[in-house]
Antibody, heavy 121, light 110 residues
């Protein structure tokens, strides 16, 4: 059974940093392109970015609002994905989900339960 | 503002057929696959449709997807009370080099 479990959320002040983790199981993590999707309170879904598998270059892509502030990395030996968030803004507040797709990397069959990030002074 | 446009709300009565729309452009829906998600309150989204019109295993055939040009639709037939949820469309956008979503449609079953 595919499982994605996010952790690391919490309360942080504007300008601060936070690192989220996504622990995966039930599939070959090293082959997966993994995305982060966030949802502000009462709002819709917003794609944050993705990391490709190492065999496909291991590169990352990010949405414009987070480019230059967020980075992503993966540890295939631990089946874990990381999202490093720096220079956080109040508008980064929301639930952060990691997600993967079976069909292709732009759609998401499996989602974690999400971790809440609150950026507030 | 979301890149894909969805009506904020829709409604129907039990047993009815409803269609939810999603409008995009030539850089997203026009050339890439469309996905549909259902989100119940307090839960993660669930994939309903992939590849424009394919259902993952376990999704009832009451749900169907279609695409024409730069627009897509999700049809739900035999509406049930448990279908009351938020529905989102998504697609890759070649101009933005990222996944884009619609703002979501809140479906109410009257």
């Amino acid at each position: 059974e595919v499982q994605l479990v996010e952790s690391g959320g919490g309360l942080v002040k504007p300008g601060g940093s936070l690192r989220l983790s996504c622990a995966a199981s039930g599939f070959t993590f090293s082959n997966a392109w993994v995305s982060w999707v966030r949802q502000a309170p009462g709002k819709g879904l917003e794609w944050v970015g993705r990391i490709k598998s190492k065999s496909d270059g291991g590169t990352t892509d990010f949405a414009a609002p987070v480019k230059g502030r967020f980075t992503m990395s993966r540890d295939d030996s631990k089946n874990t994905l990381y999202l490093q968030m720096n220079s956080l803004k109040t508008e980064d507040t929301g639930v952060y989900y990691c997600a993967i797709g079976k069909f292709d990397s732009s759609g998401f069959d499996y989602w974690g339960q999400g971790t809440l990030v609150i950026v507030s002074s | 503002q979301s890149v894909l446009t969805q009506p904020p709300s829709a409604s129907g009565t039990p047993g009815q057929r409803v269609t939810l729309s999603c409008s995009g452009s030539s850089s997203n829906i026009g050339i890439n696959y469309v996905y549909w998600y259902q989100q119940l309150p307090g839960t993660a989204p669930k994939l309903l449709i992939y590849g424009n019109n394919q259902r993952p295993s376990g999704v009832p055939d009451r749900f169907s997807g279609s695409k024409s040009g730069t627009s897509a639709s999700l049809a739900i037939s035999g509406l049930r009370s448990e279908d009351e949820a938020d529905y989102y469309c998504g697609a890759w956008d070649d101009s933005l080099s990222g996944v884009v979503f619609g703002g979501g449609t809140k479906l109410t079953v009257l």
